[in-house]
Every structure is written in C-alpha cells, then in structure tokens.
C-alpha cells in the first residue's frame, strides 16, 4: 500500500490529520500512525470513506489500497 500517496491525497483535499480522523470516528494518532506506516491497514468502510473525503476514483483506490493487485478489466 502506498499510505505516503494517501497522505499526499489528505493534502490535496486541504484536509488535515484531525478532519480525517472525525471522518472515520478514529483518532488524530491513528491516522498518522496508518499514513507513515510501512503497510497501512483500513477497512473496506474507512476505505469507501476516504474514497469520497479524497474524491477517489477506481484506479486510485486499486493503486493506493490494493498495490495494483485488483483486475483492471484488460
């Protein structure tokens, strides 16, 4: 997973570590802790939350969550 572009994203929607963690009911440090980690977890909730607060598409969530590893349909 690659939490550093997820960070990137949080950054980009001008969102900071405090909003995200409102978002998700979860805490400021829990944030932090899942973006600098090495292999960040969500679930699939926290994922389809994150999708939206980020305005996420497809190709975003599949790269970002899952190392590319769904089928792209090609």
């Known amino acids: 997973m690659k939490c550093q572009e997820l960070k990137g994203k ?8 405090s909003d995200v963690a409102k978002a998700l009911d979860t805490t400021e440090k829990t944030i932090s802790i899942k973006e600098n980690a090495k292999e960040c977890k969500f679930s699939v909730q ?6 939206k607060l980020y305005n996420l598409n497809i190709l975003d969530v599949n790269d970002i969550f899952f190392d590319d590893e769904l089928p792209n349909g090609n």
Request: aromatic share 0%; net charge positive.
């Open 10 to 17: 949080r950054v980009a929607a001008g969102m900071k570590q």
């Open 46 to 51: 926290e994922i389809k939350k994150l999708s």
